[in-house]
Every structure is written in C-alpha cells, then in structure tokens.
C-alpha cells in the first residue's frame, strides 16, 4: 500500500531503518512508548510514558515517521464534542493485532524517531476500509486540530492505492 520509507527516502535512509526485516508504510502499526511530551495523556502521575498502538500515516523529509494516529481502548469522558467528531473506532475482528475494539485519535499528529519502529515493535497494517477513513479525517479541512502546512510538512495524502472497501 503506497511508497515505503525506502521507496521515498533512498540513500537518505536512516540507519536505524537499514536492515528492518519489513518495509515501514502507511498504515503499519507499531506499539511504541509515549510520553506527555508526546502529546500524550497518561492518568497516572507516576508514568512518565505509556506504550500506544502507533499507525504511521506520513514521512517528513529528513525520514521521520509520523502517525497522526494513535489508538485506544477507551475515549476519555473529558473529549468534547470536536475532537470525538474525530475519533474512529476500529475492530478486532478487521484488525488481529488489537486487544479490544478500540478508537484511532485523528485529531492530532503525533511524531515518531525512526529508530522506535522497528522489527519487534512492529504488529501488523491496519484495514484498508479503517486506513481510508482515518485519512480522510485527517485530511478534512474542518479538523481544527491539524494545519495544511502540518499535511504537507508530513506528506500526508491518501496512497493511490488505498480504496474504500
């Protein structure tokens, strides 16, 4: 499903990224750690990080991975009513390497280093059907969240391959 990293960056590669046993692309899912400094909200005061399903949805120039998308169990009570208009659910059923039925946050881009996705953090791709939709939640000019400049920054677009099934 569209351009690997390989594909965009060449030569440029980073060498963390050399020698993966699998190409990085949109739609790839990865469990990393998370901080606050991420943008991340953890409840308990002592964690400093938390380990997030992580969907690649974009690559900057420089060969950092960025997943606008990260994924939950549950939406916090406190979301209002913009952000869950951003919000959407996924199934295990569609998706065998989540746990549980759960929500993608497409409300805001969350960056990654290169060398957090890796041959053991990987998990698996995300359904073509939920890929497209998360996507075009990102993509929606209405989403008061995410900027044009941050679309074009991270390359965010929909693979041409990708469609709605």
Known sequence: MGASIKDILGDRLPECLKNLKHDIRIGNVYMIGLSRNDGIYIKDRDKESIAKYFVVIGFDEMGNIYGGVVISTDLPSSLTDKILQYQYYIKVSDNNFLKYDSW??????????????????????????SLFHIINMILDPKNPSITDAQRGLYNIKLPDDLICV
């Open 104 to 129: 993608v946050n497409c409300y805001q881009i969350i960056p990654s280093r290169p060398d957090k996705l890796n041959d053991n953090t990987f998990l698996g791709v995300i359904d073509n059907r």
